[in-house]
């Protein structure tokens, strides 16, 4: 089984993007006010650990090498 490159990167941006507004912690709070901030943290956090989960179990799959795997891939290197 592989992996489409297109999905990996996606997963990855995504990721990013949730990890991000974690670091935004601070300014949840001066927004919505501790209470609610709380609970925006922890639904982030959770999704960040199931987004991350599945990225890091999908890229563990092994794909296929050579000129055969590449081929299936628009991204993939060109031999």
């Known amino acids: 089984m592989t992996i ?3 999905w ?3 997963l990855s941006i995504t990721a990013a993007v949730i ?3 974690l670091l935004m912690g601070t300014e949840f709070t001066t927004l ?5 901030s709380g609970k925006i943290l ?3 956090g959770i999704v960040n650990v199931m987004v991350n989960g599945i990225n890091g179990v999908l890229h563990a799959i092994p794909s296929v090498s050579g000129s055969a795997g ?3 891939f628009p991204l993939g290197p060109k031999s």
């Open 4 to 6: 489409n490159p297109k």
């Open 32 to 36: 919505f006010g501790a209470t609610d």
């Open 8 to 10: 990996g990167m996606w």
């Open 42 to 44: 922890a639904a982030l």
């Open 70 to 72: 590449a081929a299936q």
């Open 19 to 21: 990890s991000a507004l």
